[in-house]
């Protein structure tokens, strides 16, 4: 061998090896998992053209931000309550702010106490957490047609079927219901009182665990508002702790989303088995989060609750009447007590999802096709609208551009 060919082989390059193949290693649940069509839609707020009624986004003019930059602002100045707010904490959350939510509780009708309250990463971290708690795969969920698309991809990772109300009616009986009672997402309709009870009656007799989802109760634009099922389960059980309903709060509709902070409210039996749930996906939620929302809560959450409230009346009906001024023939649509939204039934033949990218392309109005909220049995023609977040004008001219999509060519 020559120099020089003993030169050359020293030089060629060691193979590599094949890169991993990571889709062949994935568990079966992921193929369940999908990704958010609200989720990608809020990349579209970027563009500022777009009149977007897609995410069912908070109107950040009405954040209490001083209130919360004051309060992280007092935690951190002091070196003794910096220590607290900057180190771990227990998982079930902070005693002071349980203590709150209990109180608030009891003001909605359902008596409780620190026990019966897990504080959890915004009420999406408690509808997975409940979800690992109490379905198994092949297990049955109740849900509404059409339901929340976040509690739908909560559940989905532990592979459940799922039964609308008549079926459950007929006979089936699910693992755990699902159900938004107050200003829904996605079709702010809310459940009378008789349909709460109603709805008890049923899990009673099919012996199944509701799980209520409060995210919008106090967003109510008048008036007193209905009783959680909670409140009325507690009224016939006794007590909270022979309940079978399990209550999901939050506080990112009414103070602020990036807080992560909402809470689960249930028998004792059940939290109990929920925080060792949560120890082992985030050990607790932001000790300086809870103390800011524990802050801005104790004084003056009423009134910045009565500020919300005339602010998305005042959006909700300015939708409805920019609605019913504009739509063509064949449009119906709810008209919601409270929340943020707006569900839209479109004429036979109309497709929500061809329709949203018409839109973007033509009219440059975004909104959130219906089909996704369906579990089974989609509608594809509805879509969803949320006003919290443009302006009334805003609002005018973007259900205008939406009506002239929908009357066609």
């Given at each position: ?84 707010a900057l180190q771990y904490t227990v998982s079930e959350g902070l005693p002071a702010l ?85 200003y829904a997402n996605p079709t702010g309709a809310s459940l009378t009182l008789a349909e ?214």
């Open positions: 061998m020559t120099p020089a060919s003993a030169s050359s082989r020293a030089e060629e390059p060691e193979p590599r090896p094949a890169p991993l193949d990571w889709a062949a290693r994935l568990s079966g649940r992921m193929g369940r998992v999908k990704a958010s069509e609200i989720r990608e839609l809020l990349k579209l707020l970027d563009q500022p053209d777009i009149l977007s009624f897609a995410g069912g986004i908070p109107d950040p003019a009405l954040f209490p931000a001083e209130e919360i930059g004051a309060a992280v602002q007092r935690q951190l100045a002091d070196p003794a309550l910096a220590g607290q349980r203590r709150w939510i209990v109180e608030r509780m009891g003001r909605w009708g359902a008596p409780c106490t620190e026990a019966n309250v897990l504080i959890t990463a915004g009420s999406q971290q408690a509808l997975d957490l409940i979800g690992k708690l109490l379905i198994s795969p092949g297990d049955a969920v109740l849900v509404d047609r059409p339901t929340y698309l976040g509690a739908l991809q909560a559940f989905n990772a532990y592979e459940p079927a799922y039964l609308d109300r008549e079926e459950v009616e007929a006979g089936a009986a699910p693992a755990l219901g699902y159900v938004v009672p107050d709460r009870e109603a709805l008890l009656d049923l899990a009673e007799a099919r012996d199944f665990v509701l799980v209520e989802d409060a995210a919008y109760r106090e967003l109510r634009f008048e008036g007193e508002a209905r009783p959680p099922l909670l409140a009325l389960d507690i009224a016939r059980a006794g007590s909270i702790e022979a309940a079978r309903t399990l209550l999901c709060g939050t506080f990112s509709k009414t103070l602020a989303p990036a807080l992560r902070i909402g809470w689960i409210c249930g028998p004792a039996a059940a939290i109990e088995k929920l925080v060792l749930l949560k120890q082992g996906c985030d050990l607790h939620v932001s000790t300086l989060n809870q103390l800011a929302a524990c802050e801005a809560v104790q004084e003056g959450y009423d009134q910045h609750l009565s500020r919300l409230r005339l602010a998305y009346r005042a959006k909700g009906q300015a939708m409805c009447a920019a609605l019913a001024r504009h739509m063509p023939a064949g449009v119906t649509w709810t008209e919601p007590e409270g929340g943020m939204f707006v569900w839209l039934t479109l004429p036979e033949g109309l497709d929500g999802a061809e329709l949203l990218a018409r839109g973007l392309a033509t009219e440059r109005v975004a909104f959130v096709p219906g089909a996704p909220f369906f579990a089974t049995g989609a509608q594809p023609n509805t879509i969803r609208l949320s006003y919290s977040l443009p302006t009334e004008a805003q609002i005018d001219e973007g259900v205008k551009r939406l009506a002239r999509l929908i009357a066609g060519p």
